[in-house]
């Protein structure tokens, strides 16, 4: 089956420093890409996502990159925030079916 | 609108036993999933359905029955309950069409088997 590989697991940044989130996929007929942010005790929300004939997606502070040739893409977060605080799983598509990372557990220490 | 909407927020069960989650949505979304959600580790899919009458099997099937006899809900049944089931249950919905678009999920339920 499709396999999705999330780096790092666990990524520290001081408040202000960017961060940065790389996954990789198998499937070469996966065109669609989401980035969700799952809070403490919460469920996950999408945050950004970015379709296949697309290279890059901003949306103020966060940015997703995608590199179909190599099969993997990158969420980058710049200017970090205490609320940017949180575990975030990137996925995509093969099929009818959502395939997630592992997940990036976000710590930015103020 | 409600959203998508789970219950029971919490669970005990005894090995073996059986039990249903609930699982509803109000925005007419064709697309519902299932995900359950270890300590640590990501979602992983266990059913979906594409529409009302059609459901697959994801990625951990093994244990867990659904069914989808309306567009609004989507029950999860365990067959047997066994420790290995114990996790965060989580259901989503998402309208569908040319590709996915983006998943909505509930708000989870803490499944523990004793």
Same mark, same amino acid.
């Given at each position: *089956?499709?396999?999705?590989?999330?780096?790092?697991?666990?990524?520290?940044?001081?408040?202000?420093?960017?961060?940065?989130?790389?996954? #990789?996929?198998?499937?070469?007929?996966?065109?669609?890409?989401?980035?969700?942010?799952?809070?403490?005790?919460?469920?996950?929300?999408?945050?950004? =996502? $970015?379709?296949?004939?697309?290279?890059?997606?901003?949306?103020?502070?966060?940015?997703?990159?995608?590199?179909?040739?190599?099969?993997?893409?990158?969420?980058? $977060?710049?200017? #970090? @925030?205490?609320? =940017? %605080? !949180?575990?975030?799983?990137?996925?995509? %598509?093969? *099929?009818?079916?959502?395939?997630?990372?592992?997940?990036?557990?976000?710590?930015?220490?103020? | 609108?409600?959203?998508?909407? @789970?219950?029971?927020?919490?669970?005990?069960?005894?090995?073996? @036993?059986?039990?249903?989650?609930?699982?509803? @949505? =109000?925005?007419?979304?064709?697309?519902?999933?299932?995900?359950?959600?270890?300590?640590?580790?990501?979602?992983?899919? $266990?059913?979906?359905?594409?529409?009302?009458? $059609? #459901?697959?099997?994801?990625?951990?099937?093994?244990?867990?029955?659904?069914?989808?006899?309306?567009?609004?809900?989507?029950?999860?049944?365990?067959?047997? !309950?066994?420790?290995?089931?114990?996790?965060?249950?989580?259901?989503?919905?998402? %309208?569908?069409?040319? *590709?996915?678009?983006?998943?909505?999920?509930?708000?989870? #339920?803490?499944?523990?088997?004793?």
């Amino acid at each position: *089956g499709e396999n999705v590989e999330q780096h790092p697991s666990t990524l520290s940044v001081q408040e202000g420093d960017s961060a940065v989130i790389k996954c #990789t996929y198998s499937d070469s007929a996966s065109n669609y890409f989401p980035w969700y942010k799952q809070e403490l005790g919460k469920r996950p929300q999408l945050i950004i =996502d $970015i379709r296949s004939n697309v290279g890059e997606k901003k949306d103020q502070r966060i940015a997703v990159t995608l590199n179909k040739t190599a099969k993997h893409f990158s969420l980058h $977060i710049t200017e #970090t @925030q205490p609320e =940017d %605080s !949180a575990v975030y799983f990137c996925a995509d %598509s093969a *099929g009818n079916k959502l395939t997630f990372g592992g997940g990036t557990r976000v710590l930015v220490k103020p | 609108n409600a959203g998508v909407t @789970q219950t029971p927020k919490f669970q005990v069960l005894k090995t073996g @036993q059986s039990m249903t989650l609930q699982c509803a @949505q =109000d925005m007419n979304h064709e697309y519902m999933s299932w995900y359950r959600q270890d300590p640590g580790m990501g979602l992983r899919l $266990i059913h979906y359905s594409v529409g009302a009458g $059609i #459901t697959d099997q994801g990625e951990v099937p093994n244990g867990y029955n659904v069914s989808r006899s309306t567009t609004e809900d989507f029950p999860l049944r365990l067959l047997s !309950a066994a420790p290995s089931q114990t996790s965060v249950y989580f259901c989503a919905s998402s %309208s569908s069409g040319q *590709g996915f678009y983006e998943q909505y999920f509930g708000p989870g #339920t803490r499944l523990t088997v004793t």
